[in-house]
């Protein structure tokens, strides 16, 4: 019994990379952005200290954003993970009732989940699909 993982991306999905998405801000480039203002502010009109705290805690409130969404992918990958785990070894019935079998292994694809069946065919996971423990 093997569960494998499709190569398509779900189409909403967040990929975790090292590389920085580039609409994506970090710190070092709102220190940056933030030094750029400062070296071109007028010297008569200097930039006021509740402005750039304002600008500060609105930065940091976005990136605490990101870290929750973040979390969030990870955890609802977690989860598809786990419940395409569970399928294995279950007998499933498509939503017409044409493919039914025995559970071998799960894809995980950009469709959803998707149950290959012992004798090669392959069920999409969806509504009306019948799920029943496996036979002993």
Same mark, same amino acid.
């Given at each position: ?47 006021? &200290?509740?402005?750039? /705290? %304002?600008? *500060?805690?609105?930065?940091?409130? +976005? ?7 973040? #979390? ?37 694809? &950009?469709?959803?989940? /998707? %149950?290959? *069946?012992?004798?090669?065919?392959? +069920? ?7 799920? #029943?423990?496996?036979?002993?």
């Amino acid at each position: 019994m093997t569960m494998t993982i499709g190569s398509t991306p779900a189409p909403n999905a967040n990929v975790l990379t090292d590389k920085p998405s580039k609409t994506q801000v970090d710190y070092q480039s709102f220190l940056r952005l933030l030094v750029a203002e400062m070296k071109n502010q007028d010297p008569t009109n200097p930039m006021d &200290s509740t402005q750039y /705290v %304002a600008q *500060l805690a609105s930065f940091s409130q +976005v990136e605490q954003s990101v870290q929750i969404n973040t #979390k969030l992918d990870q955890l609802l990958q977690a989860s598809s993970l786990s419940q395409a785990g569970a399928l294995i070894g279950r007998t499933v019935a498509s939503a017409d009732g044409t493919l039914s079998g025995k559970v071998a292994e799960v894809r995980i694809m &950009s469709d959803g989940i /998707v %149950a290959v *069946l012992d004798n090669g065919e392959s +069920v999409v996971m969806g509504p009306g699909v019948v799920i #029943k423990p496996g036979e002993a």
